[in-house]
């Protein structure tokens, strides 16, 4: 599976930032805002729902590569007709206030069946953090057998910050930075380190071994674009300097 080629480029920098409008996130005007903010901001790639028409949107908008999301993969194939670049079993953050669990089975079961419509896509998975991190490793293992080119991480959800600032910042992700540490060492494609990741964080993702961040709602729940352009530069600039720092060591 050969993944685009600047996407390619920022997982190998490990610099790689994803901008994320949310899997139920079908608001033209809100998924354009995100959109625009990540192209304008410098982001790596974009995360959209997968519905033909928010990809066309989005296709008008930036020339970055374009990801969708979804958790039923006879969705993914009108969207990649559509001209989606790539796609993402997940992120299940959203699905859990609705007490929708995703163990294992289910997810490992909807990669197969997701490959067996798009064998040639480039495909991202993503590893529900309400399982035990050794259950987390050995899924992402079996994911990748069965043909993700990428794995996700999660779990800001899971967790409830008990201090504000920086230090709530780096206990909010320290579920997700936990499971990128532990599943980047156990598989050899690129593990992206979303839910719950900031600017402060981010290079904390990248030093727990992850070759990116996916970033959503520090992003999407800004009320103007000014805003949410900030945001964006702001990661593009905390991972260039993890980037830098690395090249010191």
Known sequence: MTI???LQQAFDSRQ?????????NFNPDRVAATVRSADLGGATFVDIAADPELV??????TNLPICVSAVEPELFVQAVAAGADLIEIGNFDSFYAQGRRFEAAEVLALTYQTRSLLPDITLSVTVPHILALDLQVQLAEDLVKAGADIIQ?????SSTPAHGGTLGLIEKAAPTLAAAYEISRAVSVPVLCASGISS???PLAIASGAAGVGVGSAINQLNSEVAM?????????????ASRSRAVV
């Open 4 to 6: 685009h080629s600047s």
């Open 16 to 24: 790689a930032l994803k901008v994320i409008s949310g899997l139920h």
């Open 56 to 61: 066309h949107l989005a296709k008008r908008l």
């Open 153 to 157: 991480t999660e779990g800001g959800t």
């Open 200 to 202: 402060v964080t981010a």
């Open 229 to 241: 352009i900030a945001a964006v530069r702001s990661l593009v600039e905390s991972l260039a300097t």
